[in-house]
């Protein structure tokens, strides 16, 4: 698979990219900072966001019963299930060490 | 072709992980919305369908590894994203940071402002770590840049060139 | 450029490095004359958020206050939970699995630390 021409394409691409995402952060982090409009434009988009986007929908996830309640549900099994994950745990591993010998 | 498991995972995980950090980059702060034109809209609705993603790509790989731990199976996965030593681990560690300080962003922005604030400050400082070590990871794994050899000049012409 | 193998790696530096030099160049350039202190604006949201906590106003304190004045301005329409069928359903979508998944992540995780534990 990494021999396929089309694949490496792929991999020089997903490469570029995150060199293009470190650059990104080196110039913004290292640029002037932001002009009048360029901070206006940026609070328009956040505006945007939260009357078109789903950041608006989970600043009113107070008002939403279900989605609420499965909070709820999903912090109510978390205890129970990490205690089951921590005897289910010790259990492989004693298993494991008496099967090795 | 025998494709392997671990090795899909990799790359679907280096596609939903370049997205993400790019929409989660541009909403940053306004030094920064110029990445994505400044349409944060887009940029919050791809980042939150892609964490969705992200979360699902992690519980399979988790439960993937669960399953092997159960078997006893102790044969490294040389592509897999979670691991018990090296890159592996660190991969799995900021993942599961990701996740938790994602979710809190995501469910206590309507209640705990200073609880997302936290989480927002940690998600953000933990992205500059994890791009760094992207490159770091790209550096240390270049072979799989190298163009398959084939009987053309393109090769003997790079040859020629360092001399 | 001796070493070979890393060569595609130093190409990808050298040109992206060259690409980020020259953008700050410019961008610290041509700024000059539009001198605008921004202040907090330059900070990053969670900064941002920070600062704003501590002075006690929050970002939802802003909202309520934006919708306030909408409703005043004879607004009712867009509460700002708004948004098409589309983005509802992918809210609870998203929002569902993430809910959903995270405690048996936390927990799978868990079994994996005492498993691996050195
Ligand atoms: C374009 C970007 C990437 C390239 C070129 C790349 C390439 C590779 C290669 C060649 C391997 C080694 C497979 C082997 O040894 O047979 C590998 C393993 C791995 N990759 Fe990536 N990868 C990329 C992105 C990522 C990303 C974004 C992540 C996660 C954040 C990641 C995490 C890992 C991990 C954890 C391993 C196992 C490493 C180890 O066991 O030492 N990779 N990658
Ligand atoms: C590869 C993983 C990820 C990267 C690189 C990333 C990056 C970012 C960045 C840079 C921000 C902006 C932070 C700021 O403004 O200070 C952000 C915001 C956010 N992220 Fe992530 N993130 C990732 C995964 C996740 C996951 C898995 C979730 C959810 C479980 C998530 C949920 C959020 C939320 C809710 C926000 C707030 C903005 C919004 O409302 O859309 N992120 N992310």
Redesign the interface.
Known sequence: ?????WF?V???F???????????????????????Q??M??????M????????????????DTG?KQ??GT??Y??VP??I???L???L??FR?KR?AR | MNIRFDFVIHWLWTIVFALLTLSGLAMVGAKYGWILNYDIASADYVHRVLAAVYVLLTFISIAYEVVRAVKHEEKKLAWFIIGKSGYQLFTFITTLMFIITGAIIWVCMDSNMSATAFALYIHEKLTYIVVASVIWHIYAKCHALLWPKKPNTTDKKNVAGTK | MRDKKKHHFLQLAVIFGVITLLTLLYAWGSREGTMSNTGMMGASMGSMMQSMHAKNITISDLIKQQEQTEMASGGMLSHHEGGSAGIKLSHYLTTGIIIVLLPFIIAGAIFLGVVWWR
Do not use: Y
């Not at chain 1, 434009?41 to 956040?46: A, D, N």
């Not at chain 1, 945007?48 to 008002?63: K, R, V």
């Open positions: 698979m990494m021999q396929k021409r490496k792929f991999v020089w997903a490469s570029t990219s995150f060199f293009f995402l470190a650059s990104g952060i080196l110039i913004s982090e290292l640029g002037p900072e932001p002009s009048e360029q901070t434009q940026f609070m328009m988009g956040m945007d966001a939260m009357h078109n986007s789903m950041m608006g929908l989970s600043m009113s996830l107070e008002h989605l499965l909070v999903a912090s099994i978390l299930l990490v089951l994950a921590v289910f745990g010790l492989v591993r494991g099967n």
